[in-house]
């Protein structure tokens, strides 16, 4: 079975550690929740596995299938069976979506994709996804809504078929309908393809549609915490003040200023209307 073994990773970006020892196993076919305060290192391991030149490794391992994932390039990785759906897709004027697309398809097989047989193949996936077919002629993701963005990222999953994908907070920015739109491609892609996954999310609502088997909570860079679903709902009803009482490990409270608009996993909902009360 496919496996992705990570073991006492550390990592920093421009001389500022990030992870700090990170311990984890994502198995093909398994859905995993990866939980946690902002700030905590989360979307830097999903950039690491990926192979962002920004971050850099500076000890552990990480091992896919037996092989050494950390002397791969991006590309090979990718072609390995890893796949990231950022969190902020990047707007690409001058790359057509389509083109962008077959290419992707392409460096994935031994023999380049027949034109219908791609057109056919991404106008189903478009239906799959709820995206006009009309949009893969458009520039990628230029002047795209947040949304559409996400669901775009959807769509390159199941164009590319990955084993093991890893999801950002894929549900930021989704109404209720793409919510229900992106986890029923999910829970399709998983149950035909067997395709593992790594989800980052906030938000109970989407963990709630694609049922994870194992959900994992990282804190100051490292993984404090692993169970089952049940974690995901005492994290939603309690936050993350039980994780200093019960484990005794001081959370560093995130550096930013920024309004939180959402109650999120990770907050008591009681407490946040008593203080807008207040």
């Not at 390995?80 to 902020?88: P, S, T, V």
């Not at 909570?217 to 939603?236: F, P, Q, W, Y």
């Amino acid at each position: 079975m496919e496996k992705l073994v990570i073991k006492d990773l550390c990592a920093e970006v421009e001389g500022n550690q990030i992870l700090k020892g990170v311990n984890l196993t994502i198995n093909k076919g398994e859905t995993l929740a990866l939980l946690g305060p902002n700030g905590h290192g989360k979307s830097t391991l999903l950039a690491v596995l990926m192979g962002n030149p920004r971050y850099k490794v500076t000890s552990g391992s990480i091992e896919y299938d037996g092989k050494d994932l950390l002397s791969l390039k991006v590309d090979e990785r990718s072609k390995a069976g890893l796949f990231l759906a950022f969190q902020n897709p990047a707007e690409i004027p001058g790359v057509v979506s389509a083109d962008f697309f077959k290419g992707a398809i392409n460096a994935h097989r031994d023999n380049k994709i027949k034109l219908f047989e791609f057109y056919k193949k991404l106008e189903d996936t478009c239906k799959e996804v709820n995206l006009p077919f009309d949009m893969v002629n458009r520039n990628l993701n230029d002047g795209f809504s947040g949304g559409e963005k996400k669901r775009n990222e959807i769509l390159q999953l199941l164009l590319l078929n990955p084993d093991i994908a890893m999801l950002d907070e894929i549900d930021s920015g989704l109404d209720v309908d793409a919510i229900n739109i992106v986890s029923k491609c999910i829970n399709a892609q998983k149950e035909s393809k067997n395709t593992g996954f790594l989800i980052i999310s906030h938000y109970a609502r989407l963990f709630e549609l694609v049922k994870p088997d194992r959900a994992a909570v990282m804190i100051n860079g490292r993984i404090v915490e692993e169970g089952d679903a049940s974690l995901i709902s005492k994290i939603d009803n309690e936050g993350y003040e039980w994780i200093e009482k019960e484990l005794g490990i001081l959370i560093k409270k995130e550096e930013t200023n920024k309004p939180m608009n959402k109650v999120s996993i990770g907050v008591c909902a009681t407490k946040e209307v008593i203080k807008d009360v207040k």
